[in-house]
């Protein structure tokens, strides 16, 4: 039980913790759009940079409704655990596993294309139009000069700090999809019937054994019941498996009642097993055998 609210306290930590932290992301992607400058310069710039301007543009939009889209499935995953919604627990938890896929091929896309050295003088040529950019950047080291390079180091440092982030990300993750197993397992045991429960075979369904007896070395004087145990027939000696007498038992009916009490059965022979035995008339159960040596 301590394991199980031990869990499911983290994954309240995780989903709410993610909700604020993509909703402030979203909230800063939506005021830095205002910020940039978007409207060209020039006829002639409008004319060949159209399509460079859109491109950002969209780019900058879905990145604004990916942190706008992930801060809603947290608070789904963060509702669906406070009110034990396994629903959206699991539409959290895949979406949590596709989202991490995306990001760990988009993270090596965006380090391969860094790399590319017409990629960073693409990127530095937008920043020449953005002096805000550079104005907020310059305490950096930022400047129009060592753009590329600054850029290039940028990116490493980017790539390390988005590595540890996605370390994060798995733990969070795997604690997540542990509780939802934690809590779908726990669901089924209290939904699971009786009925479907496993129960022992009934010993009165069984047909009759076969069972092999000894007799006894010498007779029994003090007419105490005798008691029969299980031993192994090959556990026998040759000579002892010459002398046991085939017989066969039917098993009868046991109660499930807790309460009787033994000598209450004995007051029912009925419900113990019957030993049939192929005996004459003044014969007894277990007459004595004399061995006899076999002569020369």
């Not at 942190?67 to 499935?73: I, K, Q």
Request: with cysteine.
């Amino acid at each position: 039980m301590l394991r199980y609210t031990t869990q499911r306290t983290a994954s309240l930590v995780i989903t709410l913790s993610g909700a604020a932290v993509h909703a402030a992301l979203a909230i800063q992607v939506a005021a830095l759009w205002r910020s940039l400058k978007w409207e060209p310069e020039s006829e002639w710039e409008s004319a060949h940079d159209e399509w460079r301007v859109d491109s950002i543009q969209i780019l900058w939009a879905l990145l604004s409704a990916y942190f706008a889209s992930s801060a809603v499935v947290c608070g789904l995953g963060f509702y669906g655990i406070t009110k034990n919604k396994p629903g959206y627990i699991r539409f959290y938890r895949d979406y949590s596993i596709a989202d991490f896929a995306v990001c760990v091929i988009s993270l090596f896309s965006a380090t391969h294309a860094v790399l590319d050295k017409s990629t960073r003088a693409g990127v530095c040529e937008e920043l020449s139009r953005q002096p805000e950019i550079i104005r907020d950047l310059g305490d950096l080291g930022l400047s129009l000069e060592n753009c590329e390079r600054w850029i290039e180091r940028a990116s490493m440092l980017c790539f390390a700090l988005v590595v540890v982030v996605l370390v994060g990300r798995l733990h969070c993750l795997l604690a997540v999809s542990k509780y939802y197993r934690m809590h779908i397992t726990r669901r089924q045991a209290a939904t699971l019937p009786l009925a479907h429960l496993p129960s022992a075979p009934s010993p009165a369904s069984a047909g009759p054994q076969r069972i092999y007896l000894l007799p006894q070395d010498r007779a029994d004087t003090s007419g105490e019941p005798v008691i029969y145990a299980p031993v192994p027939l090959s556990s026998l000696s040759p000579q002892a498996q010459a002398r046991a007498k085939e017989a066969w038992v039917s098993p009868g009916e046991r109660t499930h009642r807790h309460h009787r009490s033994r000598s209450h059965a004995h007051h029912h022979p009925a419900e113990t097993g019957r030993i049939v035995l192929p005996i004459a008339p003044g014969e007894p159960l277990l007459p004595a055998y004399e061995v006899q040596e076999a002569k020369a």
